[in-house]
T-cell receptor, first 107, second 114 residues
């Protein structure tokens, strides 16, 4: 079955500490993976996608096909990173979102 | 219901025809969003409903697109005179008024215009 799993519903991290938001997927083909972010009172927006291999706002995510993971990482958390983060997968038929992880940066 | 329900799950239509896509959000969720995703692209925001406020239509790509939300619940996205570039997956999502618990997404409608 196609599935995106974000095991943490809430993640609290101190400012300046490293951040890792976990995402694991299950898909039989070659998926495209995305991270989306929703800041408070704003709409959902694309953060990054694996095919771009880019760093956005200090975040990176590497697709690990062996572990079927696409974890989102940032070396030093900032208060403005507090938001809801969604991992998503697109395949042949549909888009599948994880349930999201709320990242709370502690001062 | 327990989740956001969208229908139909797949729709194939001829160019020039009108289509209606339906979204049934989670009961009690006052916020409702429509997005679409074209092949290889990220999500594109279309329209946002929040309670009784005027909807945010800033993402609708042309005047062929419109959406309604009746009684603060079910929403219908209508595309008139469909074009091939309208082919995409149309996603609906709903959230509570605060949005604190995040979005719940429907499974989407795959629209193919031939």
């Amino acid at each position: 079955a196609q599935r995106v799993t974000q095991p943490e519903k809430l993640l609290s991290v101190f400012k300046g500490a490293p951040v890792e938001l976990k995402c694991n997927y299950s898909y039989s083909g070659s998926p495209e993976l995305f991270w989306y972010v929703q800041y408070s009172r704003q709409r959902l927006q694309l953060l990054l996608r694996h095919i771009s291999r880019e760093s956005i706002k200090g975040f990176t995510a590497d697709l690990n096909k062996g572990e079927t993971s696409f974890h989102l990482k940032k070396p030093f958390a900032q208060e403005e990173d507090s938001a809801m983060y969604y991992c998503a997968l697109t395949g042949d038929d549909k888009i599948i979102f994880g349930k999201g992880t709320r990242l709370h940066i502690l001062p | 219901g327990a989740g956001v329900s969208q229908s139909p799950s797949n729709k194939v239509t001829e160019k020039g025809k009108d289509v209606e896509l339906r979204c049934d959000p989670i009961s009690g969720h006052t916020a409702l969003y429509w997005y679409r995703q074209s092949l290889g692209q990220g999500l594109e925001f279309l329209i946002y409903f929040q309670g009784n406020s005027a909807p945010d239509k800033s993402g609708l790509p042309s005047d062929r697109f419109s959406a309604e939300r009746t009684g603060g619940s079910v929403s219908t996205l209508t595309i008139q005179r469909t074009q091939q570039e309208d082919s995409a997956v149309y996603l609906c999502a709903s959230s509570s008024p605060t949005g604190f618990d995040g979005y719940t997404f429907g499974s989407g409608t795959r629209l193919t215009v031939v």
